[in-house]
Structures are given as structure tokens and as C-alpha cells.
């Protein structure tokens, strides 16, 4: 029976040893000890919080660069087809009109050429008739060289005009 | 207050866990000495029968000396509160209740461990004077003694914390941390709620104290040995401090629940009787478990031990042995599963009381 029966110094002893250490070491231990493990957590939970932040930012300016490079691309592949474009067509512009120039210039070409050989023609025909009128004069010349001949000339001319 | 280089050096870490296991090694020395003590006595006295059930009762009592080994105790500090006065002197006065100390007061003597008042013969008991036993005893020795280490454990580790702001715990603090958060996320937080926070000192306090006397209650040598957790003064003092913390923080539907409960009001005097019943059973049965569970595994120890004195032979010590150690281990078990089971029930009674909801 001893056993079950409180002993009352001991209770006294217990209690007030246990509210003094209670009190000791909810001062000196446990407000840090909590205070510390706390600020702790809401720093780890604060760092996990902005890592996954960091993480969506991430993601999303990946994103946004991959957009970026598909417009970029896009845009490059309109650029390149109009230059190509611009390029053919400044090509066969240039045909075109290297064509007309051609054609012109060999039509001009073609005029002065005739206008040359116009110009050679009666220069030769100029020629031709001065030197047969000067073979003819020599000719003549010779042949009515002697009297007889000029006579017989005229008569002859005579006999011909029918009056 | 920094005693972290002394607690976190490897040497009294190692110091530390020797003496926990060491534990095993000196209940053997122990039976060992004690059978040579017995033996010595029976050459004295013949006749003398070793009875186990005095043994047994006097080495989980409380008492005045503090047994060192063999016939070597230490006589403890006896304070008493007489109606003259306060009585200060040592145990070792008594040399162990063969003789009577003539104080300032009266004369006492110590019967089965008590301090009685005495007649001038020093045999007579005077059961009229009123003294009161206010004594240093082993278990009050042993408390502060718990108090000391748990102070100095807790204020370095405090100090820890302080030092190592938003760094991983280390040494002592990570070894007492998981136990920390245990108490904080598992014990308090889903039995009390979000006022938590309030009541985390009493249940820490509660929970280490319980434990760290639990623990030094197993080790069978001087510091430890002693039966504090064992005790029903002590456990008594824990549950009453839970009464009052319950009773004092509970609100309005707590007290709604007890002196107007959803029933008709002609039953209201048995409600009161049975509700008034479980406030005071509840704190009982925490007071009676702690209490039970602690005695128990020092009484299963010891008459494990006594076996060897009882068969009068060495050879049934390993049989002893093995199973002191077989309940020393599961002791080991209680020691942590009490100290949670008291401090869970504990927060189960302040979040009962501190709940906020219609019934």
C-alpha cells in the first residue's frame, strides 16, 4: 500500500522542480529552439517557392524563345522567298530590257549598216559613172580621131531620122 | 550559457552511449555483488531467508541513501517541517534506521525508510507530532539531477540553433530535432490544431522529462537506479499539472459540453456526476499508466535478478540474465513509448478542451 500512497514531500519536491524547469527551459531552449526551427521551414518552404517560380519562368521564357525562333524563322524564310523573288524578278527584268537594248542597238545597227552601204553604193556608182564617162570620152576620142569616121558618123545618124 | 564543446565532443557522446549499454554488462556485476552481500549476511545471520518481496519494495521506494554498491550509500539531506521548526541533517545520522538522531526538535529515527518522531528512548514512535518530509530523497537527487542534464542539453542546443541560423542540424541538435518536430507535427499540431504553438513548451517539457527519468531509472548503478517515473507522487504531479493546463484552457464549448450537453435537462445532476468523473478519471488514468508501466518493468528487473537469491546458485544467472536483459531492451521500448503515450494523451485533453465546435 506504501507503493500507491504519494508521498507529499516528494509531490512538493516534483512540482516545484518541474515548473522550474518548465519555466527554465521555456525561456532559455524552447522559444529559440521552435523560433529557429520555424524560421527554418519558412525559409525552405520561401526557397522551394521561388525555385518553382523560378522553374515556370524558366519554362515560359523557353517558350517565349521558342516563338521567338519559329517567328524569326518564319520571317526568314518570307524574307528569303521575296528576295528570291525580287531577285528573279530584277533578273528577268534585266533580260528583258538587255533584250529590248539588243534589239534595238541591232536595229540601229542594221539602219546604219544600210545607210552605209546607201552612202557606199552611190559613192560606187559615182565612181562607175565618172570612170565610164571618161573610158567613153577616151573612147570617143579614139574613134573620131579621124575625119572620115565622123562623117560617116553623122551620115549614118542622118539616115536614121525619119523627118 | 554554452555548453555545446563539452556535449558534442565525441568522447562524452561515445561516454554517453557506453553507459546506456554498459547498462546490461552492470546488472551482472550487480547480481554479482549483491549475492556476495547476501552471502555475507547469511554468515551473520544465519536464519535470515532472503525474501524477494522486501527486497523488491525497497529498491523501488523511495529512500534516504543512495547505494553506491555494496555496503558504500551516501546519506541524503533529511529536511523536516515540524511544528518547532525547520529540520536539517544528514541521512548517515540514522546509520541506516539502527540509530536515532536527537534534533533540535525531537527525536527521530528511521522506521522502514520514514522519519518518525521518537521518544527520548529512541523505539517508542510518537504518532502525535506532525512533521512534514520535505528530504532530499533519491528520487528528488535523481530529479534534479534529470533537470541538470535536460537544462544543460537543451540551453546547448538552443545554443546550436542559435549559431547555425538556417543551417542543417548538427551533433546533439540533430539527434534531438526529429524528436522535437515529432512532438511539434505529430503530437501536438493534429490534436491540438493551430494553437499549438501555446502549449508546445509544457508538452516538450513533459516529454523529456518523462523520458530522460525513464532512462536514467534503467541504469542500474549510481546516478541512475532510481525509481522516479515509478512513483506515484511524481506521476501524480505530471496528471495534475495536465488537469490544470486542460481545465484552465478549456473554452466555452468545452465547458457547454460539460454543464449543458444536447440532453434532456432532468439529466443534467447525472451529466454533471459523469462529466465531473471524466475530468478527474482522465488524468488518473495517465497518473496510473506511467506509473504502472515504469514500477512494473523495475519490479520484472528485479525479481529477474532475485531469482539468483531465491535458488541460492549462480547457475540460474544466465537465465536471470537473459531475461533482465530480454526486459531491459523492451524496457528500453516503454521508456520512449510512455513518455510519448503521456504527452499525446496530455494533448489530446488540451485539444479537446481548446476545440472550437458546436455539438
Do not use: C
Request: proline content about 3%; glycine content about 4%; cysteine-free.
Amino acid at each position: 500500500m506504501d507503493l500507491v500512497m504519494p508521498d507529499w514531500g516528494l509531490v512538493v519536491w516534483t512540482t516545484v522542480t518541474f515548473l522550474f524547469l518548465l519555466i527554465l527551459l521555456r525561456a532559455f531552449a524552447w522559444k529559440p529552439i521552435m523560433a529557429a526551427i520555424g524560421e527554418r521551414e519558412r525559409s525552405i518552404e520561401d526557397a522551394l517557392l521561388k525555385a518553382e517560380a523560378a522553374k515556370e519562368e524558366m519554362s515560359r521564357l523557353t517558350n517565349e524563345n521558342e516563338s521567338l525562333i519559329k517567328q524569326a524563322r518564319a520571317e526568314r524564310d518570307l524574307i528569303l522567298s521575296e528576295a528570291r523573288k525580287a531577285k528573279d524578278q530584277i533578273v528577268s527584268d534585266a533580260k528583258e530590257l538587255a533584250h529590248k537594248e539588243g534589239a534595238r542597238m541591232i536595229e540601229l545597227a542594221r539602219v546604219e549598216i544600210n545607210n552605209q552601204k546607201a552612202i557606199a553604193l552611190a559613192d560606187v556608182k559615182n565612181q562607175v559613172a565618172t570612170l565610164s564617162l571618161e573610158i567613153a570620152e577616151k573612147i570617143l576620142r579614139k574613134q573620131f580621131e579621124d575625119q572620115q569616121q565622123q562623117n560617116e558618123l553623122v551620115s549614118q545618124l542622118l539616115k536614121e531620122v525619119k523627118l | 550559457m554554452d555548453f555545446s564543446p563539452v556535449l558534442n565532443s565525441k568522447k562524452i557522446t561515445l561516454g554517453i552511449i557506453l553507459s546506456v549499454f554498459s547498462l546490461f554488462v552492470t546488472l551482472k556485476a550487480n547480481a554479482v555483488q549483491e549475492k556476495n552481500e547476501s552471502s555475507t549476511s547469511v554468515e551473520s545471520k544465519e536464519t535470515e531467508k532472503f525474501d524477494p518481496n522486501e527486497a523488491i519494495l525497497e529498491h523501488i521506494a523511495d529512500s534516504h541513501y543512495f547505494h553506491i554498491g555494496g555496503k558504500v550509500a551516501i546519506g541524503l539531506p533529511v529536511i523536516l517541517y515540524t511544528d518547532g521548526g525547520l529540520e536539517v541533517f544528514s541521512a548517515s545520522e540514522f546509520e541506516h534506521g539502527e540509530k536515532a538522531h536527537q534534533g533540535k526538535y525531537h527525536n527521530y529515527a528511521l522506521v522502514k525508510d520514514k522519519i518518525k518522531v521518537v521518544g527520548a528512548d529512541g523505539k517508542t514512535i510518537d504518532e502525535t507530532a506532525k512533521i512534514f518530509d520535505l528530504s532530499i530523497t533519491r528520487n528528488v537527487f535523481s530529479m534534479w539531477m534529470s533537470v541538470v542534464l535536460l537544462i544543460l542539453i537543451f540551453v546547448s542546443v538552443a545554443g546550436s540553433y542559435k549559431k547555425r541560423v538556417g543551417k542543417a542540424p548538427k551533433g546533439l541538435q540533430s539527434l534531438l530535432e526529429p524528436l522535437i518536430l515529432f512532438i511539434r507535427d505529430e503530437v501536438a499540431l493534429p490534436n491540438i490544431g493551430y494553437k499549438y504553438a501555446k502549449f508546445m513548451p509544457l508538452l516538450l517539457t513533459m516529454f523529456f522529462f518523462i523520458l530522460i527519468n525513464n532512462l536514467i531509472g534503467m541504469v542500474p548503478f549510481f546516478p541512475g537506479g532510481s525509481n522516479l517515473t515509478g512513483n506515484i507522487a511524481v506521476t501524480m504531479v505530471l496528471a495534475v499539472i495536465t488537469l490544470i493546463v486542460v481545465n484552465v484552457n478549456g473554452n466555452k464549448y468545452y465547458w457547454k459540453h460539460i454543464f449543458a450537453p444536447d440532453v434532456p435537462f432532468w439529466l443534467y445532476p447525472i451529466m454533471w456526476i459523469v462529466e465531473l468523473a471524466g475530468i478527474i478519471s482522465k488524468p488518473f488514468a495517465l497518473m496510473v499508466r506511467l506509473f504502472a508501466n515504469i514500477m512494473a518493468g523495475h519490479v520484472i528487473v528485479l525479481a529477474l535478478i532475485s531469482l539468483i537469491f531465491i535458488f541460492q546458485t549462480l547457475w540460474v544467472s544466465p537465465v536471470s540474465i537473459a531475461f533482465a536483459l530480454f526486459i531491459d531492451v523492451l524496457e528500453l521500448l516503454v521508456a520512449f513509448l510512455q513518455a510519448f503515450i503521456f504527452t499525446m494523451l496530455t494533448a489530446l485533453f488540451i485539444g479537446s478542451a481548446v476545440e472550437e465546435h458546436h455539438h
